[in-house]
């Protein structure tokens, strides 16, 4: 090989990296600890394994952590490759269904979350090996020095492999970077240690949802007792998500389909709290990349100039790349970031925008369904949009046929009015209301019909403003559909049934006297 013209091969000597120095960097690659145990989750999934059991205790403030599976296991000599330090060079051609790249994810993930990670694995002829990593050993010796005996009373918790017929169980202990102390009395937190794991649930039924739904082959994952169930992201099953059209690129390697899901309305109670995935409606807007099924983002915007904004949150765009492409799409160690390659980046922001156009849409109407647009429709809107610079403004519409009659009514000034109206427009709580959204979607919309009964006086102006209309020539199905799309008479069923009744009567009343 051509190193250079000028140098010569005498002229390079070994420069290793010190252990104490480069693992403390490995430490700080950014994992959270749902991200860490995807992480083996992943090299579990290669092995073949259809279970995955993620077990922890608090041991006496001595907490530890392991992922056990039923896969094919590995052989001493691969064991040690595993734990080696870059055990695979991210330009090595990969088998498809691979979902590493680094040769660095179970070293990095464990070391991320603990000191002590020993790997303890059964072949199918019931070969057994252990190794271990002791980074306060690296720390003290320097050496990369692999542990090859674990301590008596570490046995106990390997235990679980040996009544499977081959797997690998990961141990991790002296878990430093998993737990946190009370700042008032500086005690380990047993509640915030065990809290995490309901998160890790979360975050493993989102990340590995495919593999957990797919019939054939299924996966079973189960932190603690509980078996994970898949985490739809795209709401299927609900007859009123959007599936927009799909899109290939790159000969098949990249594909698109983008998803509009329900307006709240139509969707049930578990739809509505399923549907928020672990970061709520609001974060889980957006991109979902996954790379052989293993979702790698869930929500955002890659690296574009879009914003998360509440009516864009049911936009859901799923994007599948192959394992070939980690490096045009920048894949990073932790497996949770992805950035489009220039040249398919025009196509994706495209996407993006008319997905989030349709998701707009839909969550800017109140029953999933556009309503049909009348020549009046603005002024049969309570409130009127407005831009004032790069700033919106909302002010009470005069027009309104509701707030005219009740003026009317009431025969107040028009500087009392104007004093009246400038009070409530300049009072609107914005930002509490959106805070407000966010936490609880559609909170302050399609509220319980019993919550807001509208009053005697507004269905008093309903029958006149229908009235008007029947006066007018129009027919009652033609006068009600009119009443019922002026605001607030949209708000409520009790309007469109009373006006409903109003007809009936008449009938009866006139049914009545033919009879007579």
Known sequence: MNYSRTTADGDYEDCAPRADALVHSLRAFGYDLAMAIADLVDNSIFAGASNVWVSYAWNNSDPWVSILDDGRGMTEQSLVEAMRLGSKSPLEARDPQDLGRFGLGLKTASFSQCKIVTVFTKTTDGAESVRFWNLDYLQSSKEWKLGRSPAKNVWSLLKP??????GTLVLWQNLDRSIERDPATGHVAETSFLERFLYVKQYLEMVFHQYLENRKGKLNIYVGEALCEPWDPYLKSNDFTQELSSEKYEENRVSAIPYVLPHVSKRNELENVRGAGPKGWNAQQGFYVYRNKRMIVSGGYLDFDLKAEEHYKLA???????????????IDVRKAVATPPDRLKGEMLRIARVTRQRASEVYRTRTGVARKKRADDKANNIWLRRQAGDKIIYKLNTENPVLKQ??????????????LFHVIETSVPHRLII???????????????QLIPPPDGLLDICRELYQQKIDQGRSHEEAVDIICSIEPFDSHPLYRAFLDKLIEGANNESTRRTDN
């Open 161 to 166: 492999l040996k009544n499977l017929k081959s």
């Open 316 to 330: 859901r765009i799923r994007v599948d790349i192959t394992n070939d492409m980690d490096h045009e799409w920048s």
């Open 406 to 419: 009740i003026l009317s009514e009431v025969n107040l000034e028009k500087k009392w009015v104007k004093k």
């Open 435 to 449: 805070m407000d959204g966010r936490d609880n979607e559609d909170c302050h919309v399609d509220l319980p019909e």
